[in-house]
């Protein structure tokens, strides 16, 4: 069965320094990874993508994500916070030889402190 | 705007009545998801549509719960007899069909928030 750990409800950033909010997975066969995050009253905005090729991923904003299959992890990265990275991040699988199904986690809420 | 849409944003009914919700998914999108979304939770896996084909279903989808896609662009999910249990956000999703391995990401619309009083 497909998973998804987000182990972190909540982390705190000031901003300007790097943040790094935290993605565990459990799949069968090779995963296909995202990252959305959801802004008060917005539905979710996708972020970026592991599919194959190089684990490093740069993404919207400014993200980017490093795959790493020894660890199952797919850890969101930002060099430089900004107050309005501030949002619910959630963490997304699909494994390749399952249907459409993503199974999202419980989310990290990001707070940036000015 | 040619994101997904949902209408309405919000429901608010009594428990017992039947809802029904509208997704319009990106025009040229023939993949079309809902998911259910409770309170510090993440969006849960309802159902999907591949073109007027509705594909899989997740066993969350109770007999109460109904979805259609007739002519594979808008799609409608009706919950019957709504119990304060199904209180939480329906969101829609659309994508593109995947072409050899790879896989293309959902975009989501804003979501109906369902309150059952």
């Known amino acids: 069965a497909q998973s998804v750990a987000q182990p972190e409800d909540q982390v705190n950033v000031a901003e300007g320094n790097p943040l790094t909010v935290k993605c565990t997975y459990s799949?069968?066969?090779?995963?296909?990874l995202f990252w959305y995050v959801q802004y008060p009253n917005r539905g979710l905005q996708f972020l970026l993508k592991y599919i194959t090729g190089d684990n490093l991923v740069k993404g919207s904003y400014g993200f980017e994500a490093e795959f790493n299959k020894s660890q199952t992890s797919f850890h969101l990265k930002k060099p430089s916070a900004l107050v309005s990275d501030s949002a619910l991040y959630f963490c997304?699988?699909?494994?390749?030889?399952?249907?459409?199904?993503?199974?999202f986690g419980s989310g990290t809420r990001l707070s940036i402190r000015p | 705007d040619t994101g997904v849409s949902q209408d309405p944003r919000h429901k608010i009914t009594k428990r017992g009545q039947n809802v029904t919700f509208r997704c319009d998914p990106i025009s040229e999108h023939n993949r079309l998801y809902w998911y259910r979304q409770t309170l510090g939770q993440g969006p849960e896996f309802l159902t999907y549509f591949q073109n007027e084909a509705q594909l899989e279903k997740s066993r969350l989808l109770s007999d109460r719960f109904s979805a259609e896609r007739p002519k594979g662009s808008f799609s409608t999910l009706e919950i019957q007899r709504t119990e304060q249990g199904d209180s939480a956000m329906y969101l829609c999703?659309?994508?593109?069909?995947?072409?050899?391995?790879?896989?293309?990401?959902?975009?989501f619309g804003p979501g109906t928030r369902l309150t059952v009083t």
């Open positions: 999703a659309s994508s593109l069909a995947e072409v050899s391995r790879l896989s293309y990401e959902q975009y």
């Open positions: 799949v069968s066969g090779n995963p296909y």
């Open positions: 997304a699988v699909r494994g390749y030889s399952s249907a459409s199904k993503i199974i």
